[in-house]
């Protein structure tokens, strides 16, 4: 692999990236897709599914390389009465995992689920998917298997001024470097990719809400 796609930026997608973002659901090999909507899905259901992906009460983060949608983040918030809570769910593509572009994803979904008073992350995964496990709870998830998978919370905390701050000098950076084809910022940590090590994941699907509760629309009608 060359030297242009061992690095990226991580922006969040908009309704004009949706042909990115469905190339990149279309490059996921079977066992990601698997993985990722607990199931096996045809290319069919994933280009119905990136048509939804852009509804205003979804954001969606991906990691990009030399124009590429390589690996993404999805936050789906809940519907009131539990809009301090939400789902999380992740897919990077088989050559880009264990470079660290998922715990990256991850800690830039928490930032953004704090600003916008989402305290509560909800992330499962199945139980062979061993490194989504780690990442989870190295973010302080408390794991439970049940139903042939696992499930947490991750708590997203209050947003500051800092957080904000944060949030906009990271998007704003990002923007600016994907004009001029720059890498991420060398000065964060979460943005060193390349040869990072940290262990990644396959992908993690999208998740019903606890029971009771009314879930944020994550599909088409129907499905």
């Known amino acids: 692999m060359d030297q242009d796609s061992r690095r990226g930026t991580i922006r969040r997608l908009w309704r004009a990236d949706l042909d990115d973002y469905r190339e990149h659901l279309l490059r996921l090999d079977p ?15 994933l280009e119905r599914y990136a048509e939804q992906a852009f509804r205003e009460d979804r954001i ?25 809570e939400g789902e999380a769910a992740f897919s990077v593509e088989t050559p880009y995992r264990m470079r660290g572009i998922g715990t990256a994803l991850f800690r830039r979904l928490i930032l953004l689920a ?7 992350l909800h992330v ?3 139980p062979h998917n061993r490194a989504m496990q780690v990442l989870a709870r190295r973010h302080g998830a408390r794991l439970v298997f049940e ?15 800092l957080s904000v701050f944060q949030e906009w000098a990271e998007m704003g950076f990002d923007f600016a470097a994907g004009l001029i084809g720059a890498p991420a910022s060398p000065s964060r940590p979460d943005q060193r990719l390349s040869d990072s090590g940290a262990p990644d994941f396959a992908s993690t699907p999208s998740i019903a809400p606890p029971a009771g509760r009314s879930r944020a629309a994550t599909a088409p009608p129907g499905w």
């Open 114 to 120: 704090r600003n916008r008073g989402i305290r509560k």
């Open 147 to 161: 139903h042939e998978e696992a499930h947490g919370k991750v708590d997203a905390g209050l947003a500051t001024p």
């Open 31 to 45: 066992q990601t897709r698997r993985d990722r909507f607990s199931g096996a899905v045809a290319d069919a259901f």
């Open 124 to 126: 499962r995964c199945l």
């Open 60 to 84: 969606t983060l991906a990691y990009v390389v030399g124009g590429q949608v390589r690996g993404v983040a999805e936050l789906c918030p809940f519907a009131h009465p539990y809009c301090d």
